[in-house]
Every structure is written in structure tokens, then in C-alpha cells.
């Protein structure tokens, strides 16, 4: 019913940049909080960054400010800018979002949201020493 797909994954030497964006899509009535994670090879996933639908930002201590998250409302996107970016970096990203649906009931008619957590297939970011 509403998914999420990244996209701008890919091969960067140490020190460049990427810019990943996850597009919601579905029957969406809303988008709380969105966020990015990365999960790198043999270890767990782990939050990026979030932003929540008025723009208010959190970041992991680790990334020193190399990382920028945005989101456009009206695009049901979110970014994850990526600067100077480091081989420990490398991992696969995945979006994570909060959707609200509006449904009706066939029976009373009456209308209700549905919060659904949603994520991505994620994108693989692979950064070269």
C-alpha cells in the first residue's frame, strides 16, 4: 500500500561525496519522521540521522557533521547528503519512515488513519580507499 525506494547509491573514492534520496510512495496522507540507517558488512544496523516533518534534525556522534539530512514534503522525499566521505562509511543505507494512511470503513463509513513503519530496500554505498 505505500513503500519507500532509495536511489544515488554507488562507488565513491574516500573524500567525495553522494547524495541518496528515498521516495515515498502509496496511498499516503502523511509522513512523520523519517530517517536514514546503514547496516555495514558483518555488523548491525545503525541510525544515520532522522527528521521529522517540521524539519527538526538528529545525527550520529560518529559523523562529525559530514552528513546533511533535508526532506521535501511535497515530494514525499528525503535526502541524505554525503561529504567527505570515509571507507568506513561503506554500507548499505536505508530509509525508514512513518506513513499515515486515511482509510474509510466499507460497514460505518467512518474514517481512521493507519501508521505504517516503513522501510526501503536499501542502497549500497561503497567508499574506496
Known amino acids: 500500500q505505500v513503500q519507500l525506494m532509495e536511489s544515488g547509491g554507488g562507488l565513491v573514492q574516500a573524500g567525495g561525496s553522494l547524495r541518496l534520496s528515498c521516495a515515498a510512495s502509496?496511498?499516503?496522507?502523511?509522513?512523520?519522521?523519517m530517517a536514514w540507517y546503514r547496516q555495514a558488512p558483518g555488523k548491525q544496523r545503525e541510525l544515520v540521522a532522522t527528521i521529522t516533518n517540521g524539519g527538526s534534525t538528529n545525527y550520529a556522534d560518529s559523523l562529525n557533521g559530514r552528513f546533511t539530512i533535508s526532506r521535501d514534503n511535497a515530494k514525499n522525499t528525503v535526502y541524505l547528503q554525503m561529504n567527505s566521505l570515509k571507507p568506513e562509511d561503506t554500507a548499505v543505507y536505508y530509509c525508514n519512515a512513518e506513513i499515515v494512511v486515511l482509510s474509510s470503513s466499507p460497514v460505518t463509513f467512518s474514517t481512521y488513519y493507519t501508521y505504517f513503519e516503513v522501510w526501503g530496500q536499501g542502497t549500497l554505498v561503497t567508499v574506496s580507499s
Open positions: 502509496g496511498s499516503i496522507f502523511d509522513i512523520n519522521a
